[in-house]
């Protein structure tokens, strides 16, 4: 019974010290992005849970849309009134509020599901920044295989 008991709490306890390996592929001798040289950021995502995909995704959003109305508020001093205004408006289309939809659940669940599938239909891909992704489906509204073929080969 000590043995089994003994047995239980290492096992717990090697499997709590085991950090879990987010390095980049290693088949392939090149990234195509800077930011995944040392980590995948594929790995990173596929590993967590739905919900936590989904809390990124609104998140970024969030994030995104306060940088650029910040941004925004900036120019003013540093640009003229005609480049500023235009630069500000071509933005701001492309920006969720919090009365759009991409606030409700279901539609950045859309958008958190098709990055997973984007990582697990094009495993080669996998050094492919969760941002560049977001950004592509949102603003470019590119689908996961237009993503995928838009990429130039990666060299094993």
């Known amino acids: 019974m000590r043995l089994v008991l003994l047995g239980i709490a290492l096992s717990i ?35 967590w849970s739905e919900s936590e995909r989904v809390a990124f995704v609104r998140g970024y959003f969030i994030a995104y849309g306060r940088g650029v109305e910040h941004g925004c508020r900036l120019v003013p001093e540093v640009s003229q009134p005609s480049v500023r205004d235009q630069a500000c408006a071509n933005e701001m289309v492309h920006l969720p509020s919090p009365v759009q939809p991409i606030f409700l659940d279901e539609e950045v669940t859309r958008y958190a599901s098709a990055i997973t599938r984007f990582y697990e239909t094009y495993p080669e891909d996998d050094d492919v920044p969760i941002p560049y992704l977001i950004e592509a489906l949102r603003f470019e509204e590119e689908s996961p295989a237009q993503i995928h073929n838009l990429l130039t080969a990666r060299t094993r």
């Open 13 to 47: 306890l090697m499997s709590c010290r085991s950090k879990p390996d987010f390095t980049p592929n290693p088949a392939y001798r090149s990234t195509r992005f800077p930011e995944t040289r040392s980590v995948s950021e594929a790995k990173a995502w596929l590993r």
